[in-house]
């Protein structure tokens, strides 16, 4: 099992920069990637950005490429996202997500973080 804490969230204006962090514990050894995803009212979740445990490469959906950043630490125990430029279309709640050595889907999450951008 792994556990996943999302922090970092929080209502900014458009234009404003946030990052986001999450704790990872238990057995992250096992730990093949991580991600994070977003769901906005009313909208299916979706992914974000992803990053290998090794470090490289890393993922990142359209809209968010170049505004975006994920990263994590050396063992794997944490994984942030620096989001720069936001605007009203990236509000959502932001899920840190983790994906094990041969599984095909992400199989754990966080219980997410609120990220609000107002024009």
């Known amino acids: 099992q792994v556990q996943l804490v999302e922090s970092g969230g929080g209502s900014v204006k458009a234009g404003d920069s946030l990052r986001l962090s999450c704790a990872a514990s238990?057995?992250?050894?096992?730990?093949?990637?991580l991600g994070w995803f977003r769901q906005a009212p009313g909208k299916e979740r979706e992914f974000v950005a992803a990053?290998?445990?090794?470090?490289?490469?890393?993922y990142a959906t359209d809209s968010v490429r170049g505004r975006f950043t994920i990263s994590r630490n050396k063992v794997n125990t944490a994984v942030y996202l620096q989001m720069n430029n936001l605007g009203p279309e990236d509000t959502a709640i932001y899920y840190c997500?983790?994906?094990?050595?041969?599984?095909?889907?992400?199989?754990?999450w966080g219980q997410g973080t609120q990220v609000t951008v107002s024009s």
């Open positions: 990053i290998r445990s090794s470090g490289h490469p890393t």
């Open positions: 997500a983790a994906k094990a050595y041969g599984a095909d889907t992400w199989g754990y």
């Open positions: 238990g057995r992250t050894v096992y730990t093949a990637a």
